[in-house]
């Protein structure tokens, strides 16, 4: 009856689940413990469909023969394929669309029949059935009996669990195991024993009768009247305490067992591995090609995918393409490019989640039954992770190019795409990491926004990080809960790259950035010197600071002092002058070079954002110079730090060059480099969900204290 343990112990006898004490062996052979031998001499057909509807049953077939015959050459795997079709009698649907429970194409019977052709096409000698004729009506019922009736003839061991079965199928039982309440066995042996066995039992009348003398039917029925029958109270009326209880009912069994002569014991022949298995790259092949085909069978999935990126970018930038009273715009003066730029960091995470967050869990079924072909996981997550990153890259190029047109972004096609398509890659595997974690769709989506707002607020972009709470800050450095955020590696290498590498910044940046050191040198870190009264640190400072000079001069430098006495404030301050003048006269001229050959206005309105530049600058600031760490740090226009101070992931915000392995790198080919760091961290952990779902700490546990089988 329900729950009585039919499904689990299925499970168990199939390899699906590993006992806690005791075996299963096939000819000697411990099915848990020897997987690769056993390997494709087991095949199970789960009470659920593991079929994809968009595809027909032809094609179910093909690809299910492409991994378990995969050794095979693709005409012997398309003529078992047409063996299996006329043997089940689907040659004439064989070119239907199998569709759904809700999207009806072919009849129950035929659905069921198809999900036992996917393991008949490589005939493994043990077949396991779970409820095969569920929901099926009588005359569907009986060709799949007489179906698995003439597998048992060819040979094959086929063990299906049933739940009230008719009299016709009860007598084509070859051996009847019957479980109770709570996983007791109750009998084992011929069907039409088990009658007799239960009527005499009861003590009924006739009890060596089991089949009707005018019809020859039976009624299995009344063995579950016999087990489940209920004790009467003193009015008559049934109870809900049993005659029997499932443990009486098995001590009964195992007297029985022990009146039954053991069997003679059999020398176990060694195994044949029956195997034939796709190998590697053939394994990745067809899952991609079953996946691909798949959601182009998907009119929806396709349309939606296709307008979803476009529409919320003509939606987004179309609302944030600001224009001044009475002006005409520009991107100069657009003051919403920053937060689109955040904005579309967002958007990138969200979809790359949303196609790939459900990808796993709609395939949960069609895995567990993959597991008896011992494919390897791996072929499946990097096949899956294919079809998704090449989805969001259509997203990313998508919602760049139509944006770009509608707010006049210049030049930045290929590098908005690039980091776009770099923070949904990181979405699409964290994606499948929680597709493969959890078992709903319901659980799924309410997950995504709890990863979608920390990396909104996180990000930089909407709270800076020196404003939040400063127990969890640093003062020259982007905290750990910021460095974790895709959306602020995403967001920063696309404020610094447009800010610094336009047509009209690119050329003039090197000034820019020696004109704002050398005025903050001059006007806010010699001030901070003086105050100090650290000798020790004063001079340490000093050093730095020569060694950014010599950088600038391109010869050696050294500041003449060896104390604080001794110093000469006016002529730091004096050369750092002097510097910002070369560097502004430099600039100057170069302005001037660029305007002889095109309108330098034009060139500034169409290319430069002067929002954004408020952003990477940050001159706001109260404090621009803070002793931190021992030396005296720029806290404004990160922008426009010196090379020579880099960092890497402990950088601060906006800087424009990373640290990395001793190389200086621009931010945005190292942020990219991080995001692809984050997205492979998460794609091991996908990789090590099937090792982690065993729970290999368990079975250590369990060998300590389990007993002995």
Known sequence: GSG????????????????????????????HDSRNVVAGLIGHVPQEDVLISELTVRENLTFNAQLSLGALSTEDQEARIDEVLTQLG???????????VLDK????????????????????????????????????????????????FAGQLVFAVLHQPSSDLF??????????????????????????????????????????????????????????????????????????????????????????????????????????????????????KRDVLTKARNSQYLLVNALEAPALALLLAGFMRFTAPGADYTFRASENIPPFLF???????????????????????????????????????????????????????GFVVVSHLILDIPGFVLKHTLVLFAVSLFGNVVGLVISATFRTAKVIYIVIPLLVIPQIIFGGAIIRFERFNQTFTQEDAVPWFGNIMASRWGFEALAVDLARNNPYDASLVVWEDRIYQAAWRRDFWL???????????????????????????????????????????????????????DAFAARTQLRQSMASSQDLVALKNDNHNDELWEWVLQDDRKERALWVDGHLVQKSGPIHRSSMTAAGVSSTMYASYKSAAGDIMQTLGYNVL????????????????PWIAQKPWNSIRRQKTSPQA
Request: a positive charge; charged letters at 25%.
């Open 527 to 581: 001030p901070e010197l003086k105050r100090t009264k650290d000798a020790d640190r004063l001079m340490a400072e000093l050093k730095r600071s020569a060694d950014e000079l010599r950088e600038w001069e391109g010869r050696s430098f050294a500041w003449p002092w060896s104390s604080k006495e001794d110093i000469k404030w006016q002529v730091i301050k004096d050369r750092y002058n002097a510097h910002y003048k």
């Open 105 to 152: 194409v072919i009849s129950g019977g035929q659905r069921k029949r198809v999900n036992i052709g996917l393991e008949l096409l490589r005939n493994p000698p043990v077949l396991f059935l779970d409820e095969p004729t569920s929901g099926l009506s009588s005359r569907d019922s009986e060709q799949i009996f007489d179906l698995l009736k003439e597998l048992t």
């Open 171 to 288: 007598k084509m039982l070859d051996k009847l195991f019957l479980l109770d309440v709570g996983g007791h066995p109750i009998f084992w042996g011929n069907p039409l024993d088990a009658v007799r066995h239960f009527n005499a039992l009861a003590s009924r009348v006739h009890a060596d009768e089991c089949e009707c003398s005018t019809c020859g039917n039976v009624n299995p029925e009344q063995l579950f009247d016999i087990v489940e029958a209920q004790t009467v109270d003193e009015y008559g009326r049934k109870t809900q305490t049993r005659r029997t209880s499932p443990k009486e009912w098995n001590d009964f069994y195992t007297i029985m067992l022990g009146n039954t002569l053991p069997p003679e014991p059999q020398r176990n022949q060694p195994l044949k591995r029956a195997s034939k298995v796709a190998k590697g790259w053939g394994q990745w092949l067809t899952y991609f």
């Open 90 to 100: 689907l040659w004439d649907i064989q070119d239907l669309r199998v569709g759904s």
């Open 4 to 31: 009585s343990g039919k499904s689990t112990l299925l499970d168990v006898l199939n390899g699906s689940t590993k006992p806690s004490f005791g075996s299963v062996t096939i000819n000697g052979v411990d099915i």
């Open 674 to 689: 991080v995001l692809l760091a984050m997205s492979t961290m998460m794609w091991l952990l996908l990789l090590a969900k």
């Open 343 to 397: 904005i579309s960091v967002i958007v990138a995470l969200f979809l790359g989640l949303s196609v790939s967050a459900e990808e796993i869990l709609r395939d949960r079924s069609l895995l567990k039954r993959e597991r008896f072909l011992q494919v390897k996981w791996h072929h499946y997550v990097h096949a899956k992770l294919t079809v998704v990153a090449a989805v969001s890259l259509f997203h990313a190029l």
